[in-house]
Nanobody, 119 residues
Framework: QVQLVESGGGSVQAGGSLRLSCAAS????????MSWYRQAPGKEREFVSA???????SYADSVKGRFTISQANAKMTVYLQMNSLKPEDTAMYYC?????????????WGQGTQVTVSS
């Protein structure tokens, strides 16, 4: 079973930058589409960005031009570079892996990493 471990969150002033990482470990035998979601207190979890097994990226309109998703060549780690951060970006950020290729390949979530942007 794959384990997702996130890091890189923290506190930053508006206009600053952070880089989030999501490292996959364990017995990985599936093809994975990776994505980032975020959830602010009292709000529903929302989509932020995704990258598929072919390396194609997509973004929510609210972060286009500011965030960049990328993946290591070994595809064991996915990153989210966040620039020009705004207070409304404050949330818990979660890494998600959608597996395919077998009945044992399912959805896995990371534990989340907190991002706080102050004005």
């Amino acid at each position: 079973q794959v384990q997702l471990v996130e890091s890189g969150g923290g506190s930053v002033q508006a206009g600053g930058s952070l880089r989030l990482s999501c490292a996959a470990s364990g017995y990985i035998t599936c093809n994975y589409d990776m994505s980032w979601y975020r959830q602010a207190p009292g709000k529903e979890r929302e989509f932020v960005s995704a990258i598929d097994s072919g390396g194609r990226a997509s973004y929510a309109d609210s972060v286009k031009g500011r965030f960049t998703i990328s993946q290591a060549n070994a595809k064991m780690t996915v990153y989210l570079q966040m620039n020009s951060l705004k207070p409304e970006d404050t949330a818990m950020y979660y890494c998600r892996a959608q597996g395919s290729g077998g009945s044992w390949c399912g959805v896995n979530w990371g534990q989340g990493t907190q991002v706080t942007v102050s004005s």
